[in-house]
């Protein structure tokens, strides 16, 4: 399993959040949560697993302008597209479930 930081970026507050929705989140930011990206990687094998190194480069079988399935604790979020900001990968979420 690949563990990943994951940093929200700040934007503008959406218009249509109720203040009753705001305070449930913000009551709650501090619970632990695991995030996951599921990427087709056709053809990996273990072998192909133990061969892995840093910088090691895996083909996928996701275009990348396809989005890509987001969970949270195994429950489906929504889905995203990859982009890069600054020197990191990154998900931008494009529709929630």
Same mark, same amino acid.
């Given at each position: 399993?690949?563990?990943? @930081? +994951?940093? =929200? &970026? #700040?934007?503008?507050? %959406?218009?249509?959040?109720?203040?009753?929705? &705001?305070? $449930?989140?913000?009551?709650?930011?501090?619970?632990?949560?695991? %995030?996951?990206?599921?990427? %087709?990687? =056709?053809?990996?094998?273990? *072998?192909?697993? /133990? @061969?892995?190194?840093?910088?090691?480069?895996?083909?996928?079988?996701?275009?990348?302008? #396809?989005?890509? =399935?987001? @969970? $949270?604790?195994?429950? /489906? /979020? *929504?889905?995203?597209?990859?982009? +890069? &900001? *600054?020197?990191?990968? %990154? $998900? @931008? $979420?494009?529709?929630?479930?």
């Amino acid at each position: 399993m690949v563990t990943a @930081r +994951v940093t =929200p &970026v #700040k934007s503008e507050p %959406a218009a249509t959040q109720t203040s009753a929705s &705001v305070t $449930i989140f913000e009551s709650f930011y501090w619970l632990p949560c695991q %995030a996951n990206v599921e990427v %087709a990687i =056709p053809s990996f094998t273990v *072998g192909d697993l /133990l @061969r892995l190194t840093p910088g090691a480069i895996v083909q996928t079988a996701t275009p990348a302008a #396809k989005d890509v =399935p987001i @969970r $949270i604790n195994h429950i /489906l /979020l *929504g889905s995203g597209k990859f982009e +890069v &900001v *600054g020197d990191e990968l %990154a $998900i @931008r $979420i494009t529709e929630f479930v």
